[in-house]
Nanobody, 115 residues
């Protein structure tokens, strides 16, 4: 069955960095665009970044442009989110999702940015 498992979250100080990973299984990863979302306490889930199936095309929410980088390794069926210059407003649970299997969400990984 389709499964995505996020990892790499944690607690960091403002200005710090984290790298999130999302391991996918149960579908042909290399043919699916992938996205990262986040949901902050009391807020709706929002799209953070997306990457095409080949990795050649990416796009980002304005709030993370220049700080976050999405990438993927099709050989490992894994998508990454490198997060630099983290801000307190980046605090959220981060999720990944396949564009072909949008009903399937993982449990997410919590990122806390606080001094």
């Amino acid at each position: 069955q389709v499964q995505v498992v996020e990892s790499g979250g944690g607690s960091v100080q403002p200005g710090g960095s984290l790298r999130l990973s999302c391991a996918a299984s149960g579908f042909t990863f290399s043919t699916s665009a992938m996205s990262w979302y986040r949901q902050a306490p009391g807020k709706e889930r929002e799209l953070v970044a997306a990457i095409s199936s080949t990795g050649w095309s990416t796009n980002y929410a304005d709030s993370v442009k220049g700080r976050f980088t999405i990438s993927r390794d099709n050989a490992k069926s894994t998508v990454y989110l490198q997060m630099n210059s983290l801000k307190p407003e980046d605090t959220a649970v981060y999720y990944c999702r396949s564009s072909r299997y949008m009903a399937y969400w993982g449990k997410g990984t919590l990122v806390t940015v606080s001094s």
